[in-house]
């Protein structure tokens, strides 16, 4: 199947910096990215639609600000938390639509955990 | 609106033994509905799909799910559990009516013994 790589897979920072995690797909083009938050032994929360060339589209709640999410190319999305707190500590997972897919399937990144300290 | 209800937030089978994993979906669309995995600290793959063709649906390493629509159920069986099936598994419903953005539920932990 297709691949979506995450970078870093683990972060930990100091409180107040900023840190940008990459979600790429590999081996396809992806118009549309997904980006999730996922709290521990809790599900998946969609925070933002990220869509190639234009601005995303947040989920109510999430702040625009504060993640910063960028989807400059076909094969890549970043996802940066500015000025970071203890309480933006969590999981990060990212998902990838094939473009040229028939059935239209996500394909999800491993994951990046990001602890604050 | 799309919702989706895990019934049992854990779920202990032993060895070779069945395993069921409930899950009631709401949608005002026909949906698309998934199952996916996580195993600690990793990302989600999927399991299986149904998306309006049969209803039995086969997935990956032995597991399968049939969408009952006057139930509104999507129940994940396999018939023998094993010892590396032990992860957390979602079910999840497509959003149609969007953007096709994923609502997931709540997850059910399942725990494989001996």
């Known amino acids: 199947g297709a691949v979506v790589s995450q970078h870093p897979s683990r972060v930990i920072c100091k409180s107040g910096t900023s840190v940008k995690i990459e979600c790429r797909s590999l081996d396809f083009q992806a118009t549309t990215m997904f980006w999730y938050r996922q709290f521990p032994k809790k599900s998946l929360m969609l925070m933002a639609t990220s869509n190639e060339g234009s601005k995303a589209t947040y989920e109510q709640g999430v702040e625009k600000d504060k993640f910063l999410i960028n989807h400059a190319s076909l094969t890549l999305s970043t996802l940066t938390v500015t000025s970071a707190h203890p309480e933006d500590s969590s999981f990060y997972i990212c998902s990838a639509r094939d473009r040229g897919g028939l059935t239209g399937e996500l394909f999800f990144g491993e994951g990046s955990r990001l602890t604050v300290l | 609106a799309q919702s989706v209800t895990q019934l049992d937030s854990h779920v202990s089978v032993s060895e070779g033994t069945p395993v069921l994993l409930r899950c009631n979906y709401s949608?005002?669309?026909?949906?698309?509905l998934f199952w996916y995995v996580q195993h600690p600290n990793k990302g989600l793959q999927l399991l299986l799909k149904?998306?309006?063709?049969?209803?039995l649906v086969k997935g990956i390493n032995g597991f399968e799910a049939e969408f009952k629509k006057s139930e509104t159920s999507f129940h994940l069986t396999k018939p023998s559990a094993h010892m590396s099936d032990a992860a957390e598994y979602f079910c999840?419903?497509?959003?149609?009516?969007?953007?096709?953005?994923?609502?997931f539920g709540a997850g059910t932990r399942l725990a494989v013994h001996p």
């Open positions: 999840v419903v497509s959003d149609r009516g969007g953007y096709n953005k994923l609502i």
């Open positions: 149904y998306t309006s063709a049969a209803t």
């Open positions: 949608s005002s669309y026909s949906p698309s």
